[in-house]
């Protein structure tokens, strides 16, 4: 994969400028960080225009961000329950995570409310709100569409509640949820500062129901970042700036309707019981996986990005059948359609009841049909070795929202309309 | 690239639009806006200033020689829109503000001296409303409050030392149920008096106090009171030695009423309640934390929203004609006694926060959470400030 924070800024804000364009969307302009990224674009420089634009992730567009965007080093994945007592207070709940998701990525100086109030700002971040690259992608989960809110007939027939699979372990106070928010940002401190703003202005409307923190490991030493078990996680992904692929296989299309430009998110939080997985042999390890370790080269290849030759392995005599890499994408023609877009994180939480480190992985998939790909995907790893050194404990299926086209627009306009 | 020449130019056509209509262009505060600097002084309270309308930071620079509290005002009014407070001699300070149409001025409090207002200033642009100014509460506005919380109080005393000698003479019966239901008035009668903090000094923990922060935790002699009797109750301790504990409480207690005559209140107190007593409710009650057996941690919560009605009904006159959103005050203390209420089981019984199943604990943090931030702005209102 590529999802590193060397791929170009530019061509998204190419991709960006020119989706705003065809959509005629006056409201692309972001703010002046913005306007200058788009303005570096449009010269056809190949210089980075990081410099010149504090790094903030724009927010209106025709998709939410968070998805095809270059992952950010932390994550914070959050599940709520929504407590709304009306859909006139749900919309209201989603105007102001509109509002503060707009503020909070754009970054700036919070108001300050004179005698009238507390400040308005935690301060942990300063005076003045850097962007960080903070990314907001808010989500939607089945349960909303039940009948606190008339939305069961607005329910997209391909969101479902995260079903339990054969080697699930999961905790019910971890698992699903009214909505989701995925945020993303360089540091954790405005990760915290983005979930303390949001939750204080939305308390009586929505309540965490889960919530796990992850960060991605740099390079070790290059190439796709670590999981915990030590093994290179994502070299083959899908690449958010392949704009084909990702209408094709991530972001819903018209048969969505009102969710159109949407994308169905799979968040699974996944324990790694490391040290067992370190009492394992390298080769035992690699054979699980289908790659090296130290490379992550796959077993029949030299460097990482080579790609595996299943179709002259039938036997698996390099790369066993029951390895990972084998089992979630074999490469053959009928296997393409179920490819996902992963955005996976690491997660640390301290030691459990035994004296282990309670650790594991985020993972993040996104795709325009959790069936076909992600529980297709699923299926296949059903019961592969490495099972026994990874438990599935919480999580859940959810809907990204389209994204706000502008400051007139806000999440869920048109499904609440 | 030539070919997109022209989708620069529609670019750059777009842009210009967008930032003509958009606050977000300049809104976006990180915008550059120079900042006005002011220097104030004793007597004046600086020179003639002006300021263009819009999202303006006023650096504010004591010149004089004399501790000095500044405040950005409504001439007509009184009312203030921002403040500084304690600006030392030779030091900057922020005021950073939406200054919509209108007039405005300083005015400086230096310490020991009158208040002096500034030159008037005109803003004649930008937007036609800016940030709200709010009537200052000063050291006579809330004595009317006071006066009304003591008076309540005093009388939820009264009560109190009748409820305690009732519970010493239940322990003296030896009956446990009669002598649980006897504590379980006493101490929600306490509950409900919004005690909260520094409230009634060193009574509140001779009458409540838990046993955190003692080295012998509930058995330290010093843990008395009320929750220590509630321990020994739901511990199988001898109601005998319990009613011991009890006689010391209706000692204190009456301290306390012959006390509290005396005693003085804050004007800022009541204010301040209005969230804190929730706030102790979310932390010790909500959370099982303070808990001493009894599980009764929601009946206590629902003593502490009658407290702090009390404090509310108190500061109304005061709070109504300043806080733009008093209204929700009384939306969310409502959705919040409908929460603790529906925890009250058929039998008059409390459910215990650990047996609050999710629907029921997210319901009561949502509401709890929105009725604190709702109140906060309560105490930010009314601190005590100079009028003159």
Known sequence: ?417 | MAASAPIRAAGWALLAVACAGLVSCTGKSSSPDDPVAIQVNTGTCGPKWSAHGGERTLQIKNAGTVTTEVDLIAPDTGGVYAEVEALAPNTTRSMRLTLGRGTYALRCYAEDTDGVTGPVVTVSDGPVHGAAAVKPVDNQTLLASVKDYRTRVTAGLGQLATDVDTLRQALRGGDLATSRAAWLTAHLGYERLGAAYDTFDDFADKIDGMPDGLPGGAHDPDFTGLRRIEYGLWHGEPLGSLATVADQLATDVAGLIKAFPQQQVDPNDLPLRAHEIMENALQFELTGEADQGSHTGMATIDANLTGTQMVLDTITPVMKTRYADWDKVALWMSRTRTAVDSTRRPDGTWTPVSALDRAQREQLDGDIGQLLETLAPVAAIGDVRRTS
């Open chain 1, 1 to 417: 994969m590529t999802e590193d924070s060397t791929t170009p800024r530019v061509a998204n804000r190419r991709l960006f400028l020119r989706g705003a364009l065809s959509a005629g969307v006056a409201g692309v302009a972001t703010g002046a960080a913005a306007g200058a990224g788009i303005a570096a674009a449009l010269d056809g420089s190949a210089r980075p225009a990081a410099a010149a634009v504090d790094d903030a992730v724009p927010f209106h567009g025709a998709h939410q961000a968070g998805i095809a965007t270059p992952s950010q080093r932390n994550v914070a994945v959050v599940s709520f329950d929504v407590l709304a007592a009306d859909r006139g207070e749900l919309t209201d709940l989603m105007r102001a995570l509109t509002d503060r998701a707009r503020f909070l990525t754009s970054g700036g100086t919070p108001p300050d409310p004179g005698i009238s109030a507390p400040p308005t700002d935690s301060g942990i971040l300063g005076p003045s709100l850097p962007s960080d690259r903070l990314s907001v992608t808010v989500g939607v989960g089945a349960s909303l569409f039940d009948d606190r809110y008339g939305l069961a007939s607005r329910k997209p027939a391909g969101l479902t509640s995260m079903q339990t699979f054969p080697n699930d372990h999961l905790d019910p106070a971890q698992c699903h949820g009214d909505v989701s928010l995925q945020l993303c940002a360089e540091n954790p401190d405005t990760v915290l500062h983005a979930l303390r703003d949001i939750a204080r202005h939305t308390r009586g409307a929505m309540q965490i129901r889960w919530q796990i923190d992850g960060f991605k490991s740099p390079p070790r030493p290059s190439g796709t970042p670590r999981n915990l078990m030590g093994f290179k996680d994502g070299t083959s992904n899908l690449h958010g700036d392949d704009t084909k692929t990702m209408d094709q296989l991530v972001w819903t299309g018209g048969e969505a309707g009102w969710a159109a430009g949407g994308s169905y998110q799979v968040i699974r939080k996944i324990r790694m019981l490391v040290e067992f997985w370190d009492r394992v042999s390298i080769s035992e390890q690699e054979n699980m996986f289908g790659r090296r370790r130290d490379s992550g080269a796959p077993l029949d290849g030299n460097d990482e990005h080579d790609t595996p030759n299943f179709a002259v392995d039938p036997v698996g005599t390099a790369i066993p059948l029951t390895s990972h890499i084998r089992r979630a994408n074999p490469r053959t023609p009928d296997t393409q359609d179920s490819r996902i877009l992963r955005r996976p994180y690491n997660y640390n939480l301290g030691i459990d009841s035994v004296g282990n480190v309670d650790c594991g992985l985020v993972f993040i998939c996104y795709q325009r049909d959790v069936a076909k790909q992600f529980e297709a995907v699923q299926k296949r790893l059903a019961d592969e070795p490495l099972v026994d050194y990874i438990q599935p404990v919480g999580g859940g299926y959810f809907l990204v929202l389209p994204g706000v086209r502008d400051t007139n627009d806000h999440f869920a306009r048109a499904l609440l309309a």
